[in-house]
């Protein structure tokens, strides 16, 4: 079992800059591939980034390219988001999620993912 909690979430300015956390139990996090989705009111969950089991290859949503960079620790079970040049688009709860360990793919789909951190809310102001 997987448990995944997020931080770092809050109001940030347009054109400013935020850091999400993502914190996970267990001892399969170093071959879980782990992705950060988000929601924005009345829309569906959306794929944001994805990262391979040694963080070397990630794949972005179209919208975040050249903004957003996913990383991960796997000494410290952590997966960022850092999210620069933010917009008011870019406004939603934001999830940290997990494949289940030992699947390799790099999906976008949320329905492969087995495990889901509770959310951080991210506002950005225009």
């Known amino acids: 079992q997987v448990q995944l909690v997020e931080s770092g979430g809050g109001l940030v300015q347009a054109g400013g800059s935020l850091r999400l956390s993502c914190v996970a139990s267990?001892?399969?996090?170093?071959?879980?591939?782990l992705g950060w989705f988000r929601q924005a009111p009345g829309k569906e969950r959306e794929f944001v980034a994805v990262i391979s089991w040694s963080g070397g290859i990630t794949y972005y949503i179209d919208s975040v390219k050249g903004r957003f960079t996913i990383s991960r620790d796997n000494a410290k079970n952590t997966v960022y988001l850092q999210m620069n040049i933010v917009k008011p688009e870019d406004t939603a709860v934001y999830y940290c999620?997990?494949?289940?360990?030992?699947?390799?793919?790099?999906?976008?789909?949320?329905?492969?993912?087995?495990?889901w951190g509770q959310g951080t809310q991210v506002t950005v102001s225009s």
């Open positions: 999620a997990a494949r289940p360990p030992g699947y390799r793919g790099t999906s976008y789909l949320s329905h492969e993912y087995a495990y």
């Open positions: 267990g001892r399969t996090f170093s071959t879980s591939v």
